[in-house]
């Protein structure tokens, strides 16, 4: 799978800036639960573009600013943005201690294949009394694209996880002090074609690997897609993000 979302990401990294609308978003809102000030050392896990680093950047200052990424064209796009690029798996950092004052990620962990280790271990980086936020994209996201799919047969979405699988998941770790906080998000696209096509951009249809893409189920597929999910305002896609802050006891 791993193998997957760096192909799928790699080809959306030129176009992942102007399609992932959503993204962006979800970025500016999980910068805006970072207490503003001063940080040595940042980690910003799946960083992608580097949209999460653009925001911070309006909040706080730093003397490092560690951007990792498991795709390194995505790290590319980075380039001159003051970070430390660092082409590396979220899920097998690099690091050893506890070496960060703040650490981020954002749209990114929902991509793990073992989040109940793998996110847990992301705090033993984390220094004592450093702080964190993390947005993953929840159950709920693409429900639409996920019913059209079950019903013709064409397409697949990424399965996620609830918002009350990640509530559990920190709650269970006893060294943080953490709140949560969910949001929704509508997008509305002019066709269900333009929808795909956005949607390939982002990168985001790693989970299809291995699925039937025929015409008739194609045809099918926006048939569907039209009569049960266009608004006055166009075609309908749903976000659910879960989000969760705090501070490392």
Sequence with gaps: MKKRICQCFGKAAASYSEAASVQRIVARNCAGLCPQGKYENVLDVGSGVGFLH????????????????????????????GALLVAADGEELPFVGEKFDLLVSSSAMQWYSHPRKSILQSFDVLKSGGRFAIAIFAQGTLCELADVSARTGFG????????????????????????????????????????????????????????????????????EYEALYREEEGIKASYKVFFAYGEKL
């Excluded at 911070?56 to 490092?64: A, E, F, H, S």
């Excluded at 600013?65 to 001159?80: A, F, K, N």
């Design 54 to 81: 653009e925001e911070l950047q309006k909040r706080i200052t730093y003397r490092n600013y560690v951007s990792l990424d498991l795709v390194r064209p995505m790290l590319m796009e980075q380039q001159g943005s």
């Design 156 to 223: 697949s979405v990424q399965k996620l996880r609830s918002c009350e699988f990640y509530k559990d998941l920190f709650d269970s770790m006893s060294e943080i002090k953490v709140d949560y906080a969910n949001e929704g998000h509508e997008q509305f696209f002019p066709s269900v074609k333009h929808f795909l096509k956005k949607h390939k951009q982002t990168g985001a249809v790693a989970s299809s690997e291995g699925l039937s893409w025929g015409k008739d189920r194609y045809s099918r597929f926006v048939e």
